[in-house]
T-cell receptor, first 112, second 116 residues
Framework: DAKTTQPPSMDCAEGRAANLPCNHSTISGNEYVYWYRQIHSQGPQYIIHGLKNNETNEMASLIITEDRKSSTLILPHATLRDTAVYYCIVRVDGQAGTALIFGKGTTLSVSS | GAVVSQHPSWVICKSGTSVKIECRSLDFQATTMFWYRQFPKQSLMLMATSNEGSKATYEQGVEKDKFLINHASLTLSTLTVTSAHPEDSSFYIC????????????FGPGTRLTVT
């Protein structure tokens, strides 16, 4: 799997949008971008994934650049409960037997 | 979404004893399950991939004789830490891949192991 680069930490005020960047300059054409998050002492939680089009669900939006070398996860209205480590992972889709490989992620701290 | 459970959620054991951790997919069948280990302030490290009815595939550096994995059914995988030592103290997390939704892996809540 291609490697990703994320800033180690970010801060965000409650109620504001949190924009988490991820670089994946060596991503292959058939690799998707996934985002997971891990709240302290819990298992990771799936957030969203995409190939090249922007995606939105009830949790977040994913913006992927046209060259697919980077992406941004957007939490539109961050709350204190969004404080967590956010992981950006690239992987070929449809391969349920392939493990997710986690990098160091971005620690997002949301404060009031 | 699909639910994965782990049991126990935390366990304390004495050095030299063995500990078994269970991972169950509650509402779907998982042909593949994964085991991760996470030390404090570090990321998740993949330990092994477990396929139902076959031997697990271990990552480099993970001792297969120390971390025994059994995936006897489509809803249950177990990890046994044999002859545990204090350095095995960690947060162990399993995940299960839903056969029909290959893009998502569902994670259990984790098991905190402390070896004294």
């Amino acid at each position: 799997d291609a490697k990703t680069t994320q800033p180690p930490s970010m801060d965000c005020a409650e109620g504001r949008a949190a924009n988490l960047p991820c670089n994946h300059s060596t991503i292959s054409g058939n690799e998707y971008v996934y985002w997971y998050r891990q709240i302290h002492s819990q298992g990771p939680q799936y957030i969203i994934h995409g190939l090249k089009n922007n995606e939105t669900n009830e949790m977040a939006s994913l913006i992927i650049t046209e060259d697919r070398k980077s992406s941004t996860l957007i939490l539109p209205h961050a709350t204190l409960r969004d404080t967590a480590v956010y992981y950006c992972i690239v992987r070929v889709d449809g391969q349920a037997g392939t493990a997710l490989i986690f990098g160091k992620g971005t620690t997002l701290s949301v404060s009031s | 979404g699909a639910v994965v459970s782990q049991h126990p959620s935390w366990v304390i054991c004495k050095s030299g004893t063995s500990v078994k951790i269970e991972c169950r997919s509650l509402d779907f069948q998982a042909t593949t399950m994964f085991w991760y280990r996470q030390f404090p302030k570090q990321s998740l490290m993949l330990m092994a991939t477990s396929n139902e009815g076959s031997k697990a595939t271990y990552e480099q550096g993970v001792e297969k004789d120390k971390f025994l994995i059994n995936h006897a059914s489509l809803t249950l995988s177990t990890l046994t830490v044999t002859s545990a030592h204090p350095e095995d103290s960690s947060f162990y997390i399993c995940s299960a891949a839903h056969g029909l939704a290959g893009y998502e892996q569902y994670f259990g809540p984790g098991t905190r192991l402390t070896v004294t």
